[in-house]
């Protein structure tokens, strides 16, 4: 049975850093790409990054871009995400997510985010 | 750049229900139907613009013309009441984006 288990969340103060941690089980975490996705309170839902099943790229939204460090300790079957500079406007559930890629076809595609965790939250307030 | 969703959709139960999303991307990155109900974390439904995941009921389809997808639910239930977004890619394929999402509402 698949699981991803985010954890972490929790109140920060403007400007604070916090580590966020996805657990995975249940696929070949190794192999998969993962990605890190937020939704605001009662807003709709935000790509944040992306991270290659070995960890050697990464990419980001231009709205977290310089503030946000996406990583993942394979051996661990764990997903990170590092959140610095924190602002009021970062507060959101914050869900990890994996990319399942099909190449049955010859040329692989994204085959979409298929799974998905329960989502944790974080809140920034002074 | 964005993708485009009408903010909400009502049907009766039974009836057809049609989400929209548009981009000028559209034509040349894939498309993907998200499924989030109250309370919960999202539900992929269809991918690579018409490809129903694995679970998925046959009455979602998901279908693609020019610089709009949509997404069809035929023969709507109650349990479908839930906000759909759909996803792409920019033209790099690289950069993910959300749509702003769609409120579907079963009378």
């Known amino acids: 049975q698949v699981q991803l288990v985010e954890s972490g969340g929790t109140v920060v103060q403007p400007g604070g850093s916090l580590r966020l941690s996805c657990g995975a089980s249940?696929?070949?975490?190794?192999?998969?790409?993962m990605h890190w996705v937020r939704q605001a309170p009662g807003k709709g839902l935000e790509w944040v990054a992306v991270?290659?099943?070995?960890?050697?790229?990464?990419d980001y939204a231009d709205s977290v871009k310089g503030r946000v460090i996406i990583s993942r300790d394979n051996s661990k079957t764990t997903l990170y995400v590092q959140l610095n500079s924190l602002r009021v406007e970062d507060t959101a559930v914050y869900y990890c997510?994996?990319?399942?890629?099909?190449?049955?076809?010859?040329?692989?595609?994204?085959?979409?985010?298929?799974?998905w965790g329960q989502g944790t939250l974080v809140t920034v307030s002074s | 750049y964005e993708l485009t969703q009408p903010p909400s959709v009502s049907v009766s139960p039974g009836q057809t229900a049609r989400i929209t999303c548009s981009a000028d991307?559209?034509?040349?990155?894939?498309a993907y139907w998200y499924q989030q109900k109250t309370g919960q974390a999202p539900v992929l439904v269809i991918y690579?613009?018409?490809e129903r995941s694995s679970g998925i009921p046959e009455r979602f389809s998901g279908s693609s013309s020019g610089t709009t997808v949509t997404l069809t639910i035929s023969g709507v239930q109650a349990e479908d009441e839930a906000d759909y977004y759909c996803?792409?890619?920019?033209?790099?394929?690289?950069?993910?984006?959300f749509g702003g999402g769609t409120k579907l509402t079963v009378l």
């Open positions: 997510a994996r990319e399942s890629i099909d190449c049955s076809g010859g040329d692989c595609y994204s085959a979409g985010l298929d799974y």
């Open positions: 690579k613009d018409t």
């Open positions: 996803q792409s890619s920019d033209s790099s394929g690289v950069f993910r984006v």
């Open positions: 991270i290659s099943s070995d960890g050697t790229q990464k």
């Open positions: 991307v559209l034509p040349k990155q894939y």
């Open positions: 249940g696929f070949t975490f190794s192999g998969s790409v």
